[in-house]
C-alpha cells in the first residue's frame, strides 16, 4: 500500500511558516504567538464528561489537570499545595528562607516539563520563601521566589509527593465546574494529566512545526549568546534548571542526601532540510545589545519553556499509548516506524517515520523518537521505587 500522510502536513513543510523557521536567515518572531496560540487550552469550549458519585466517592472527570491548570496559569491564579514533597533532593539556596514546609502557595506563573524524563511540574512564585535582600544595594527583603512543584514523576506517573492543590476559583470557572458536574463542593478530581487521545497530535504538522521552531529558537539563542559575551554589560544569566527545567539564578546552594534511580528517558527530534546562516548583530551600539540580550532571555525563558511544555505534553500521551503501538491516526496509511536507524556518523538508535518528501532527492521530513535509561537523583526514601 502507498504510503499517505495528510494534505495539511504536506503544506505544512512546503508552507511559508517552515520554510522560515528551516532558514536561519529568515526571522521568525512573528510566528511566535500564533504557534503558541494553537497550543493554548481553551478550558471552556471543552465538553468533559461529569464526574459523578459512585456509593459516595466522587469519580474521576476526564478534563484533564493540564488544560484546567493552563486555565489558572492564563488568569494569574493563585493555588495552595497543603502537602508537599519533593521528588528531589532537598536544596537550600544561599539569601532563602522556607518559612514552612506545608501550604506551598502563590501565583501559577507557567506549566513546565522536563527535557528527558517525562516530568511536568507546575511553576509558582512560592510565598513561603523569604529572599534577602541586600542592605549595601539598598535591595530590601523580599517575599515570593519561583519553585517548581513535580505534579507528574519521573516516569510520567502522577507524583505522590502531593495530594491535591487549592484555589478560588472565579465566577466563570465556578460556573464551568458547576454547569458540567465536574465538583461536589470544592473538589474536582483528575484522572489523567494529559487526556490520552492526544497522542494523535505527534503525526500533526502543528506539532512538527512547533518542534523544528523550539530548535530553531534554541540554535538562535546559542548564537546570540555567544556574541554577545563580546560586549560591556552583564554577561548572558548563568544558573542552572531544576526538576522542572526552570531556570534559577546562580546561587550558593546546599544540596541534601540523594540516592540515584534509574528511569525510562524519552527524546523526540526532527529531521528536515536546514539552511542558511543567523544575520549579523542587528547593532552594536548599548541600546541594541541591550535589546538582543533581553530578546535571548524571554526566549530561553519564557518563549520556548511555553512551546516545550505542549509537545512533551503530546509526547506523554505517546508514550502512554504504547510508543507507537496503536498505529496510525486516520490521515495516515501505508507507513511504519524504522526501528533501529541510525543517523550517519552518528550512533544512537531511534525509531524513523518518514512524513513527506518535497523532491526527489532532497532530505525528507520526518520525525524520530528514542527511550534510554538515564540515571536521576532523588531524596532518599524507606520505601523503594
Known amino acids: 500500500m502507498p504510503k499517505r500522510t495528510a494534505d495539511a502536513f504536506r503544506s505544512m513543510a512546503n508552507g511559508p511558516a517552515l520554510q522560515s523557521i528551516l532558514d536561519r536567515s529568515q526571522p521568525v518572531d512573528a510566528l511566535l504567538e500564533p ?29 484533564d489537570l493540564a488544560c484546567f491548570l493552563s486555565a489558572l496559569t492564563d488568569r494569574g491564579a493563585v493555588i495552595n499545595l497543603p502537602t508537599y514533597k519533593s521528588r528531589r533532593p532537598k536544596t537550600e539556596r544561599e539569601g532563602e528562607h522556607v518559612v514552612s514546609a506545608a501550604n506551598r502557595h502563590g501565583p501559577v506563573v507557567g506549566l513546565v516539563s522536563n527535557k528527558a524524563t517525562l516530568s511536568f511540574s ?58 458540567k458536574r465536574l465538583w461536589t463542593g470544592n473538589t474536582v478530581v483528575f484522572e489523567n494529566f494529559v487526556h490520552p487521545n492526544r497522542w494523535v497530535s505527534l503525526y500533526g504538522s502543528h506539532y512538527f512545526l512547533t518542534k523544528c521552531l523550539i530548535q530553531r529558537l534554541k540554535e538562535e539563542v546559542s548564537h546570540y549568546n555567544a556574541l554577545l559575551k563580546a560586549f560591556p554589560g552583564p554577561a548572558p544569566a548563568e544558573g542552572e534548571e531544576d526538576e522542572g527545567g526552570v531556570f534559577t539564578p546562580s546561587r550558593k546552594t546546599e544540596r541534601g542526601e540523594a540516592r540515584a534511580i534509574e528511569v525510562q528517558a524519552f527524546e523526540v527530534e526532527t529531521d528536515a532540510p536546514w539552511r542558511g546562516e543567523f544575520p549579523p548583530l542587528p547593532g552594536t551600539d548599548a541600546v541594541s545589545v541591550a535589546a538582543m540580550r533581553e530578546r535571548c532571555r524571554r526566549l530561553r525563558y519564557e518563549v520556548v519553556p511555553e512551546m516545550q511544555f ?38 544512537k538508535e531511534w525509531s524513523r517515520l518518514v512524513m513527506t518528501q518535497l523532491a526527489p532527492g532532497q532530505m525528507g521530513f520526518a520525525l524520530r523518537y528514542r527511550t534510554w535509561a538515564k540515571t536521576e537523583q532523588v531524596a532518599p526514601s524507606s520505601e523503594e521505587d
Not at 493554548?40 to 476526564?62: F, Q
Not at 509558582?124 to 529572599?131: G, L
Not at 517575599?143 to 495530594?163: C, I, N, S, T
Open 35 to 63: 504557534v503558541a496560540a494553537h497550543w493554548s487550552y481553551d478550558l471552556y469550549s471543552r465538553r468533559p464528561g461529569p464526574a459523578l458519585l459512585e456509593n459516595g466517592v466522587l469519580k474521576p472527570t476526564d478534563l
Open 122 to 179: 507546575v511553576l509558582v512564585r512560592d510565598h513561603n520563601v523569604i529572599v534577602a535582600g541586600d542592605e549595601a544595594r539598598g535591595v530590601r527583603d523580599s517575599v515570593g521566589a519561583y519553585r517548581a512543584f513535580m505534579l507528574v514523576d519521573l516516569e510520567g506517573a502522577w507524583h505522590e509527593g502531593w495530594k491535591r492543590i487549592e484555589f478560588m476559583p472565579s465566577a466563570k470557572e465556578n460556573d464551568f465546574l458547576t454547569d
Open 310 to 347: 505542549a509537545v512533551r505534553a503530546t509526547e506523554l500521551a505517546f508514550v502512554r499509548a504504547g510508543l507507537d503501538a496503536k498505529g496510525f491516526p486516520s490521515w495516515i496509511s501505508g507507513a511504519r516506524w524504522e526501528h533501529g536507524y541510525v543517523q550517519p556518523k552518528k550512533r
